[in-house]
């Protein structure tokens, strides 16, 4: 299997005009890779049980740009602590 880099899993130049359907044959691949991304992050010395369930809720629209977290204050625009 071929991987994308990560970018163009964020690039909407190729991004279909229309929102395609749950595809339910790809939701394994996506498990593991999630359950890897932890693992990852535990290495690394993250204490945090769901530690990109609290980095997605940062950039959300009715989230100011500043936020306050656990090591301090962060400028959501910038994604850099002030």
Do not use: W, Y
């Not at 970018?7 to 394994?28: D, Y």
């Amino acid at each position: 299997m071929r991987r994308a880099p990560v970018k163009s899993l964020f690039s909407r130049q190729n991004a279909p005009s229309e929102p395609r359907p749950f595809n339910s044959t790809a939701l394994p691949a996506i498990c593991r890779v999630r359950i890897r991304l932890g693992a990852a992050a535990k290495a690394l010395g993250v204490v945090l049980a769901e530690p990109f369930l609290q980095v997605a809720f940062l950039t959300l629209p009715v989230i100011p740009h500043l936020k306050i977290t656990d090591k301090g204050l962060v400028d959501v625009d910038r994604f850099d602590f002030v």
